[in-house]
């Protein structure tokens, strides 16, 4: 659909993972006849399509406030798609790191609201702001901590250097502008040993947990791993630098 001049789309797998999400809350076999657990994945849904909402305003905002508007956004799971653009890698690591932060600067205001500036320091000392409050598993303890935890998942998987993720347009910008005479294949050659070395890494922490007996968030971790991984061979690496070049 279209917002004045700017379109947006939304991916097939906002859709069908829309579809569980109901069939799953409409099921009194998995929810049982307890309403507040189905309140609580609806509150959590509605901070998950806020983060959304966030994302898309900071990356259109900053990037017109940079005089590189963008006239399209496609939104999946994790928020904007960030798909190879026709601009400078400043620009693409400007946009990308302002988007990140916006979010982020966000949650930590939802997670003030429940306490305050001192409880939202004291959480980060005591660790607690890492524990995930109870969300769509049993009654919601928390909703604004809640949502501040939703953000900053959000923030982390946009990290992740996955196809059309923000984390991967700010790793090819840094890239471009740390080493800008070295060529499109070198550059491309850097990258993909970075996402290499990265899914390694995740895979590794995959296994600590599973030697630590963490399920399914081994496996989740996993995934991701090998995501990074698989990521690193497609054709959207070309495009991305081949997009810098034609600023």
Known sequence: FRFRRLR???SYSVFLVAAIVI???LNDNFFGVDNGRRVATAVA???WISGWLVQVIAYVAISRLIRTPIRSVSIGLFGVKAFPRKWSASAALTVSL???VGLLTVGSLLAMVEGGIPAWIGSI???SIWTAPSVGLTELDSPWL???????VQGILQLLPIDRSIGRQIL???IALIAPDVGMDSH????RALLTGIALLVVALSVRLYLLHSFPSWLVVLIFGIAVWVSGKSRELVQIFLGFQQF
């Open 45 to 47: 849904v509605g901070f």
């Open 146 to 152: 809640a949502g501040a935890w939703l953000y900053v």
């Open 125 to 127: 000392k005591s660790a």
């Open 98 to 100: 302002g988007t990140i």
């Open 172 to 174: 090819a910008a840094l």
């Open 188 to 191: 491309i050659r850097i990258l």
């Open 8 to 10: 947006i789309g939304l």
């Open 23 to 25: 069939g799953l809350t």
